[in-house]
């Protein structure tokens, strides 16, 4: 289920290959590196009505600044602390770290998509995710539409 429901598209850095982007494995769904440089953005595209994503679709810039894909794995950096109903707070109700209370989910997470989910579909990937290899990375916070002109790249 999270490869078919697409975690691992934007969860899970990727290298350029053969045949296009390949998940680093070692990295597998942790998010947008930590360690990584963030590229320049050109805001005449946003001011244009563009979306835009990084060439390995960790990262996207819209109207509402720039969002990181979280890191997924049963890291503590993860969701590895997380009980099985932040998760599912998380992916149904759309909520920052499964907190009731919690700022809304930033595009691109599609969490509208998995509101139908079932409860036996969302212990699953929970279950799965938990038993994923833990990969220490904390993803840079949120950065504000209004703040990316001002980003020191």
Not at 32 to 48: C, G, M, Q, W
Not at 83 to 92: H, N, R, T, Y
Not at 96 to 101: A, L, P, Y
Not at 113 to 122: G, H, M, P, S
Request: hydrophobic share 35%.
């Amino acid at each position: 289920m999270v490869k078919s429901i697409g975690c691992m598209d934007c969860h899970s850095p990727k290298k350029m290959g053969e045949k296009g982007p390949e998940v680093i494995a070692e990295l597998h769904l942790s998010g947008y590196p930590s360690k990584r440089e963030f590229s320049k953005i050109d805001t005449s595209n946003l001011n244009n009505g563009w979306m835009l994503m990084n060439p390995d679709l960790t990262a996207a810039v819209g109207p509402w600044g720039v969002s990181f894909a979280s890191n997924i794995t049963s890291d503590d950096t993860g969701i590895g602390n997380w009980s099985l109903e932040q998760f599912k707070i998380a992916l149904i109700k759309g909520r920052f770290k499964g907190m009731e209370n919690g700022r809304d989910l930033l595009p691109p997470m599609p969490w509208q998509n998995f509101a139908n989910l079932t409860n036996k579909d969302l212990k699953a990937i929970y279950t799965y995710l938990q038993s994923t290899n833990p990969v220490n990375n904390v993803v840079p916070n949120p950065i504000p539409f209004a703040e990316i002109s001002n980003l020191e790249l």
